[in-house]
Structure formats: structure tokens, C-alpha cells
């Protein structure tokens, strides 16, 4: 059955074997708080790794027990990543956060081509799970933060990614619109001809395992009615699991919008990595951290 609310997540991890999540300058209040609530739900065991009297006084302060963490010493920012990738790729952490090192150095570490957590040839790409109050099921979309204009091979593996992450939450074959302004392909906007050629590739099964439709435009992606008034026929019918956004500037504003007008929740992190990777913003909640922690440990399965 497919699950239809992130909290619905939680519980599905929690059935699992614990992953462990390393987590790199691990010392900020809100994200030691979400770990442990991480290790109180059971689906996670946590590694800080990070100045550690500093995260001693954050734990003092809000009477938490240092015990139930594992903390590795380390106050300088790129040496906590570099110890944090190490764990990684040494098969002694299940998952990479980001804890209050900046993403471009964190990213740094992950790219480094020696010492990185790339698998060779992959893209590096950031998918949201969205809990949207006005939408009946989950949301998932791409590339709200690290590709700012995908080419049609980088599209094609955000579909693959899409479709693996959708079938861990139980949808077997996902209905996948590739987003544009217009259903209607125009040469001269070439993203709506990469959406048209994949759309294709999707019917003569050279991507499998989902439904597959673009260019659309959002509205008959997820609205059936709209659909209908339009006279538009495709497998997506107006009831999409996933969305790929033809650029990163609107797929981040799409993910913001989301956030502050539709109060909605969003678990992301960051595929392409020898494991998933959790770079969560300063302002996102608590509650969204531990979605992406949840979501990252069952992709990690």
C-alpha cells in the first residue's frame, strides 16, 4: 500500500533494521534535538561529529544525555566532514547530514574525487518529499537545489532516482509529469523537447516501472478537472506522484512556496552518493529534519 503521509514514514523505518547517521558538525541545538528524537523513535542510531564542548553545553542546556550519542571530536569545519565522509565510506554510517558546516564545503568533500562519497558517473541531484495540506497523497519533485539547468541525460537519472524513491514508499509505479509552462512542445524551448523525448523513452519501455508524461503544465499534472476542461488525455491524469522541474530556480520556488503558503512539510536529501545525504536548510523545522531523516534511513535499506 502506498503511504500517504510522512509520519507514515516514520513508522515504516521503525520496522526496519536501525541505520546510522553521521552527522557533520553536529552541534547546533535544533539538529541535536531532532537526533535525538531520531534515536527516541528507535530508527536511528547517531554519530556528532564536531566540536565537541560544544555540543556537551548544547546537550547540558536542554537536559539531554550525551551517552546516547556517539561524538567524534573534531572543531574545524572540513576535517568534520572529511571524518563524517570517511565513517561513510568505511560501511560504519548508513547516512551523511549536514549539521551546521555551510553546504558549498560540505559539498566540497562529497565532490572530492580521492577521498568523496560520488559513485563514479553519477549526477549529483536533491529530492523533496512534499505533505501538502491540499494534495491527497505525496508529492515528489526534483531539482530543488543542485542542478540549475538539467540536461535531458541529467533528467533522465533524475527520473530513475524518482522512480526508486516512490517505490520505497510503496507506489510500484509512479505517474511522472515533466513539468513545463504549456503541454505543447516547442522547439524553441528546449526543455519541453527534452520532457517530449523522455515522455517517448517511457512508452517504448527505455525508462521502466512508471507513467510517464511532458511536457505538462502543473495544472493538469495534478488536477484531474483541469484535465478534463482541457480536453488533454495522459497517463499522468491529473493525479501525479512525482514532479521534474525543467529548471532549479522553479523548482526551488515551487519548494519555498510550498513551505510558507502551503504549510506544508517536505523531507529532502541528496542521491547520486555512495549513501544518502541529508542537507537540510537552517530554517527548515525540526519536524521536516526528522522527515529526511526517516525518508534517508529507508532509502539506505
Known amino acids: ?6 509520519d507514515d514514514i516514520i513508522e515504516l523505518v521503525k520496522s526496519k533494521s536501525k541505520k546510522r547517521i553521521v552527522i557533520a558538525c553536529g552541534q547546533d541545538v535544533r539538529t ?6 531520531a534515536i527516541d523513535l528507535k530508527f536511528a542510531e547517531i554519530t556528532l561529529v564536531g566540536n565537541q564542548n560544544i555540543i556537551k553545553k548544547v546537550c547540558k542546556q536542554n537536559e539531554i544525555d550525551t551517552n546516547i550519542f556517539e561524538i567524534i571530536h573534531e572543531p574545524d569545519e572540513m576535517q568534520a566532514a572529511k571524518i563524517s565522509i570517511n565513517i561513510i565510506n568505511d560501511g560504519k554510517g548508513d547516512v551523511l547530514m ?4 555551510s553546504t558549498d564545503k560540505l559539498l566540497k568533500c562529497i565532490l572530492d574525487k580521492q577521498d568523496g562519497l ?6 549529483l541531484t536533491h529530492i523533496s518529499v512534499a505533505e501538502i495540506p491540499a494534495y491527497h497523497k505525496l508529492l515528489i519533485f526534483s531539482d530543488a537545489a543542485i542542478i540549475p539547468t538539467p540536461n535531458i541525460n ?6 530513475n532516482y524518482i522512480i526508486a524513491a516512490a517505490q520505497k514508499i510503496g ?19 528546449s526543455a519541453s523537447v527534452d520532457a517530449a523525448v523522455i515522455s517517448k523513452m517511457s512508452e517504448r519501455n527505455q ?12 495544472d493538469i499534472s495534478i488536477d484531474s478537472e483541469s484535465l478534463r476542461t482541457k480536453g488533454i488525455t495522459s497517463c499522468v491524469e491529473g493525479n ?7 529548471y532549479l530556480d522553479v523548482a526551488n520556488v515551487f519548494f519555498k512556496s510550498l513551505t510558507y503558503f502551503a504549510k506544508a512539510e517536505i523531507a529532502t536529501y541528496i542521491v547520486g552518493t555512495k549513501a544518502p545525504v541529508i542537507i537540510s536548510s537552517r530554517v527548515d523545522s525540526e519536524k521536516s529534519k526528522l522527515y529526511s531523516m526517516a525518508f534517508t534511513c529507508l532509502m539506505a535499506e
Open 1 to 6: 500500500m502506498p503511504i500517504h503521509k510522512l
Open 32 to 37: 541535536i534535538h531532532v537526533a535525538k528524537k
Open 98 to 101: 549536514k549539521g551546521m558546516i
Open 118 to 123: 560520488m559513485i563514479p558517473k553519477a549526477i
Open 154 to 159: 541529467q533528467n533522465i537519472d533524475m527520473t
Open 171 to 189: 507506489i510500484e509505479k509512479p505517474k511522472i509529469s515533466l513539468i513545463s509552462f504549456s503541454e505543447k512542445t516547442n522547439p524553441k524551448n
Open 207 to 218: 525508462i521502466i516501472n512508471a507513467d510517464i508524461d511532458g511536457p505538462l503544465a502543473l
Open 240 to 246: 501525479a506522484d512525482a514532479l521534474i522541474f525543467p
